[in-house]
């Protein structure tokens, strides 16, 4: 598989949780778990900040500062 990590060259963000493979028939296969801790980075193509996470919580703050700070959301400011 390509190396997805965002950089310079390909700015953006990248999120990463290796899923819990269950039967189709489970109900518990719904549940909000991974297989591996998630692990999320991100790029930003136009002031080149850029920062990683590991953990669901950290990964989750990552993608709202990303969401607000960065990205497309330099272009509403």
Known sequence: ???LTPDEKHPGLHISAEPVYRRH???GRWWNTTASTPTASFTCGTCGDSDTARGAG???DLVDD???NHGPAHGRK
């Open 25 to 27: 028939d489970d109900p």
């Open 1 to 3: 598989m390509a190396d």
């Open 66 to 68: 990303y969401t607000a």
């Open 58 to 60: 950290k990964v989750r």
